[in-house]
């Protein structure tokens, strides 16, 4: 079936670097996505990675996947409060239909 | 570049009552997903429109349906409203279902008393 798993609660001091991990059960998973949600907010597209690529850098962003253990993390270099919030990872095929996890709630200390 | 628009934002109903919630895709979108994430829970696939038809459909009931307009925007409808229908209503599009990442918009907060 059809399954994401993410830990639930992450807590870090500003300028440290986070580190969010994720595990999927679907290998026919086409795309893997890291979104951001603010409090009373929709989701935000923070990046995304092609199952057939083991790595992806975006600015402060690093996506890493290991396929054989279905494995998905994201880091966050130089962590800032304004990055406090909940961070979802979702596995999409190209039909579109999108599988999150539950949600993982970063607290970033000052 | 207009991104993907809902509304309303918020609504407070009934049980029993009957509700539709609008999408508008951000521009250059042609597909339309709808998702509905509880309180604490990650978001949960309810059904994908694209060329106006429903391409595909997750584990909720016939209570809810949808339609997808010419102009690619879609609507949501939910019948016989349930207490646990209180949720966030999120709209995501998309470029042909799953070519390209799926946005989403800022959702709709419903709410069954």
């Known amino acids: 079936g059809e399954d994401v798993e993410q830990s639930l609660f992450l807590s870090v001091r500003e300028g440290d670097s986070s580190v969010i991990n994720c595990t999927y059960t679907?290998?026919?998973?086409?795309?893997l996505y890291w979104y951001k949600q603010e409090p009373g907010a929709g989701l935000q597209l923070l990046t995304y990675?092609?199952?057939?690529?083991d790595m992806k850098q975006d600015q402060r962003l690093t996506v890493l996947l290991n396929k054989k253990d279905k494995h998905l993390s994201l880091r966050i270099a130089d962590t800032q409060t304004g990055d406090s919030a909940i961070y979802f990872c979702?596995?999409?095929?190209?039909?579109?239909?999108?599988?999150f996890g539950q949600g993982t709630t970063l607290q970033v200390k000052p | 570049d207009a991104g993907v628009t809902q509304s309303p934002t918020h609504l407070i109903k009934t049980r029993g009552q009957q509700v539709t919630l609008r999408c508008s895709p951000k521009?250059?979108?042609?597909?339309v997903s709808w998702y509905q994430q509880a309180l604490g829970q990650g978001p949960q696939f309810i059904f994908q429109?694209?060329?106006?038809?429903?391409?595909q459909r997750g584990n909720f009931p016939d209570r809810f349906s949808g339609h997808q307009f010419p102009n690619y925007s879609s609507e949501l409808n939910v019948n016989a409203l349930l207490l646990g229908d209180s949720a966030l209503y999120l709209c995501?599009?998309?470029?042909?279902?799953?070519?390209?990442?799926?946005?989403f918009g800022d959702g709709t907060r419903l709410s069954i008393l």
């Open positions: 995501a599009s998309s470029f042909r279902q799953g070519v390209q990442p799926q946005h």
């Open positions: 679907d290998s026919s998973s086409t795309y």
């Open positions: 990675i092609f199952s057939n690529m």
């Open positions: 429109y694209y060329e106006e038809e429903e391409r």
């Open positions: 979702a596995e999409g095929s190209n039909t579109g239909k999108l599988i």
């Open positions: 521009s250059g979108h042609d597909t």
